[in-house]
């Protein structure tokens, strides 16, 4: 083949790789794959550019190699971007099998179908096609679990996850555990027993160590309800959950959820502001100096261990219902609750307040 017709076929190439590359960028959706195509495309067109447009006894006695070099090159990177591009849209592939199947596995006709189910979803927690599913998935099965220690591997798994925008399916999780919890205890009670009489509750501990035979079902809403608590906590505290939007409970509406065994924490940074906190359970929770304004604690279970020794921030907070002197206290809180929220039979009757 002659110089002239050599260059004519190289030019071709380039122009051929040029095309195909274009082609992958139009569909290109990921910025740094798209530079790096167009890269490609550009060096292809200036090569063949630099073919056509000069002299061709000039290029086929001196540039005729480096441009052959060029073109092999060229070609080396644009497979590789190809077989890169190929392994993606086979895990892809894979992980759109993996999904179809596991919706085809969901169980929910047992405690113990519901924690499969729920760990299933663990896998694909960090796929983010599928990530925010899976945790809406884990979070309306992960409740009814009885295994303990699958309810924790789920739980810290989603709370690692988290932040102020899902924090919502933890607090889901919290609330039907506690509900679920005290529909148990008072269908013991009875209808005589009132929430705010509550001297103990079976599934509120301060050790939770081991599952009871003798009350398996409130030992294990007690280990439950510690981790729930704990983790909450920590994600509000800041530390667990994502580090690019911290959680918060301002604002949230955390009614019925079980708070307990943290008195070891420091909430004095946590912003409660606007929280509805209406028929919790508080027991040895230390809030020492954080900020309570607009909370709603009416119908709240507070039990031993209660610190609001530092709190100064409480403006329009709500006792309706609540028998807060098992609590510490600071004077501006204690002087606050006396003139608007006495704890009088009196004041609770005028108030209706009932289990």
């Not at 079980?258 to 940074?269: A, M």
């Amino acid at each position: 083949m002659s110089d002239a017709n050599e260059q004519q076929q190289d030019a071709k190439t380039l122009s051929e790789i040029r095309a195909a590359t274009l082609k992958r960028a139009a569909c290109e959706q990921d910025p740094e794959q798209l530079s790096k195509l167009v890269g490609i495309a550009k060096a292809a067109a200036e090569a063949r550019n630099e073919i056509v447009g000069s002299d061709v006894r000039f290029w086929a006695t001196t540039l005729t190699p480096l441009v052959s070099v060029l073109i092999a090159v060229l070609a080396l990177i644009f497979q590789g971007y190809q077989f890169g591009q190929d392994q993606v849209s086979k895990s892809r592939a894979q992980e759109d099998t993996d999904w179809r199947e596991a919706m085809k596995s969901l169980n929910y006709d047992s405690p113990d179908h519901q924690l499969a189910t729920a760990m299933s979803m663990k896998s694909f927690f960090d796929i983010a096609r599928y990530g925010e599913q899976a945790r809406a998935v884990a979070a309306s099965t992960l409740p009814a679990a009885t295994n303990v220690g699958g309810f924790d591997s789920v739980w810290f798994a989603m709370l690692s996850r988290s932040d102020l925008q899902n924090q919502i399916d933890l607090v889901d999780v919290a609330q039907k555990v506690a509900l679920s919890a005290w529909q148990r205890w008072e269908a013991l009670a009875g209808d005589g027993q009132k929430r705010y009489e509550v001297g103990t509750l079976p599934f509120v501990k301060t050790r939770v160590n081991s599952i009871s035979p003798k009350d398996a079902e409130f030992s294990v809403d007690a280990w439950k309800l510690d981790s729930i608590s704990k983790g909450l906590v920590d994600l509000w505290t800041g530390k667990t959950g994502k580090k690019d939007g911290k959680a918060s409970p301002q604002e949230q509406d955390l009614s019925s959820i079980v708070l307990e065994n943290v008195e070891d924490k420091d909430l004095s940074q946590v912003n409660f502001t606007g929280a509805n906190l209406t028929h919790a359970a508080l027991s040895h929770v230390a809030f020492h100096g954080s900020v309570i304004d607009r909370v709603k604690f009416d119908g709240a279970v507070i039990l031993d261990g209660v610190d609001f020794g530092g709190v100064t921030h409480f403006e329009m907070s709500s006792w309706k219902c609540v028998d807060w002197r098992k609590a510490k206290l600071s004077k501006e809180l204690q002087k606050y609750l006396e003139d608007k929220f006495p704890y009088t039979e009196a004041q609770l009757a005028e108030a209706g307040c009932r289990q």
